[in-house]
């Protein structure tokens, strides 16, 4: 604030500074040297001000790529209890609210997804994921990409590879999971 005394009081300007050579100006031309001081004096002090703000310390704020990053391991985390058969890491992952949208079109809720996942038939050996990608738009993230799931359903063995699309919602600073949709991508 100092800083912008000392500027608007070099700006200031009395009768006397419109004389050159004992010559006082005429009235026109007194009132555009006024307008280009003024003018002169807006800008300087907008340039203080920005020059002010960015100096004042602002919070550390978490950059969306953190953000896409932590988004991205939970997803990890989803294949590891997928293959652990761990229904309470997935429960914490999941919002109570998911809609899961499955290879055969199938729509499950929390806790049917959650009761397909202890029922014994299922049998997941390997869950990875093959690429990812992750957009984070605030609260909300999107995550895309494929995985490669083998195991056996119902005695039969599998590997299928899937495309699916994953929607976060940064809940009370917990990030869920709140919808899932899954494509079978067919072999060749």
Do not use: H
Request: hydrophobic share 40%.
């Amino acid at each position: 604030m100092v800083e912008i005394a000392r500027i608007a009081a070099e700006l200031s300007y009395s009768r006397s500074e419109f004389q050159v050579e004992n010559q006082e100006l005429d009235l026109g031309e007194a009132r555009r040297m006024k307008r280009s001081i003024a003018a002169g004096a807006i800008l300087v002090l907008g340039v203080a001000i920005v020059a002010a703000e960015a100096a004042v310390p602002r919070p550390q704020q978490k950059s969306m790529s953190d953000e896409g990053g932590r988004v991205l391991a939970l997803e990890k985390a989803w294949n590891l209890a997928l293959e652990e058969k761990d229904a309470k890491a997935l429960d914490m992952l999941l919002a109570n609210t998911l809609v899961s949208v499955d290879i055969d079109g199938s729509v499950a809720s929390k806790s049917e997804f959650l009761a397909s996942i202890r029922a014994p038939d299922y049998k997941p050996s390997q869950v990875v994921t093959e690429q990812t990608s992750v957009q984070v738009y605030g609260n909300a993230a999107v995550v895309t990409g494929t995985f490669r799931v083998k195991g056996s359903e119902n005695g039969k063995p599998y590997v299928r590879r899937e495309r699916f699309t994953d929607t976060w919602i940064k809940i009370n600073e917990t990030w869920q999971c709140v919808a899932s949709q899954t494509t079978l991508i067919p072999g060749k």
